[in-house]
């Protein structure tokens, strides 16, 4: 089943193996077979125990290769070797007489011949016959083929032969040899086709493929779809009813391509604003600026209520009925005045009717103290802002609380009046 696995092996066969008959020199080694059984494979490499060269058997092989495929070779292989044969169970006679081995293997090359060398592992069926004595063994190896011009191969083949009947013996089988093809490859000649019949053809002066009979331009050369005329630009106008014969247009402007008067790249035909260049996403126009702070619509944050550049178009607390000079504490503390809570509910009322309004809150603070100390406290006092806007029903996650201690000051804090215009907390745009 193995074999006939291996002849219907893939592929094309652009690289089959052509018949070839080889000679190769043998050698048999019982003895490192044996140490193997009696051992194992790892002691025999550990130890170096394996067999010299010295201590096989040389003798002569003679093989016929096939290709199957491009991958597969069918190998016919009978050797010949003189030694003492140890058949199991028999003692050695301690004369050598001929060892005759008859193979029929499957060689599943890794390349194609099309490959100067490739690797290949074989497996198969054979018999051997030794005096009197007949056996069968099953062959397993790998080898390398190295492909020399074409013809001639070169090939070396290692096997372990393994005995199928009680008067076969385990042993390993190494051949070194060349096989060369024995028939040409077949070479496909093909006739060329009989001449064409001689024709008469038509005249066409501008070489157009239209005839001057029908050929509306005769004197230069032109498309048959337009009568032999040429046409530049390839609009479907010929270049002599073409206003614009190097650049592709419209019949209905005499050959030119549809206006584009803003040059914003939109034409005409389907720019809604054909005398102001926009964009082809808004069909031509500019992009809107919907509550016209200079900010335009696709930038813009809070699109239908004025605000600054520097809050991406939305409005800041300043911009309405609301005075963050009047967001005081308590002396030294972060609880807010009377009047703080007067001014903060002016902002949450604020922050309530414009949704998209988010605020940063800025606590800072004079430099009387320790600095550590300050800056805790300005964190507080954001904190107590924010918390207090959070209360009113302002959404958490438009605010922002920070504390910034001394840094910032906005007057000389070697002044009281000074020091009391920095103990502040700033209200900034946070869009």
Known sequence: ????????????????????????????????????????????????????????????????????????????????????????????????????????????????????VSPFVTAGLGGSKYKGYYGAILPLGVGIQVNLFDETYLLINSQYRIPITENATYHFYHSFGVAGNINKKKVVVIAPPPPP????VPKDKDGDGVIDAEDKCPDVK????????????????????????????????????????????????????????????????PIPDTDGDGVNDEEDKCPTEKGTKENNGCPVLADFAFDANNVQFVTGSATLTAKAKTELDKGAAILIAHSMLNVAIKGYTDNVGKPATNL?????????????????????????????????????????IGRAQNRRVAFTGNN
């Open 197 to 200: 019949p001689v024709i008469e």
């Open 222 to 285: 032109g498309l048959a779809s337009l009568q032999g005329c040429p046409d530049s630009d390839g609009d479907g106008i010929t270049d002599k009813d073409d206003q614009c014969p190097t650049v592709a247009g419209l019949v209905k402007y005499h050959g030119c391509p549809i206006p584009d008067t803003d040059k914003d790249g939109i034409n005409d035909e389907q720019d809604k604003c054909p005398t102001v260049a926009g964009f082809a996403r808004y069909q031509g126009c």
């Open 376 to 416: 805790t406290l300005s964190q507080k006092r954001a904190d107590a802002v924010k918390a207090y806007l959070v209360k009113k029903g302002i959404d958490g996650g438009r605010l922002t609380s920070t504390g910034f201690g001394i840094e910032n000051p906005i007057a000389d804090n070697k002044t009281a």
């Open 1 to 116: 089943m193995f074999i006939s696995a291996l002849l219907s092996s893939f592929g094309q066969n652009d690289f089959k193996k052509r018949p070839a008959l080889g000679v190769h020199l043998i050698m048999n080694d019982f003895n490192s077979a044996s140490t193997i059984r009696t051992s194992s494979l790892s002691n025999v490499i550990t130890s170096k125990s394996w067999s010299k060269t010295q201590n096989m058997s040389a003798g002569i092989g003679v093989s016929y290769i096939q290709g199957v495929s491009n991958y597969v070779d069918f190998a016919a292989t009978i050797s010949g070797s003189f030694l003492d044969y140890p058949i199991p169970g028999k003692a050695l006679r301690g004369t050598n007489d001929l060892l005759l081995e008859a193979v029929v293997t499957g060689n599943l090359k890794l390349l194609s011949d099309k490959y100067w």
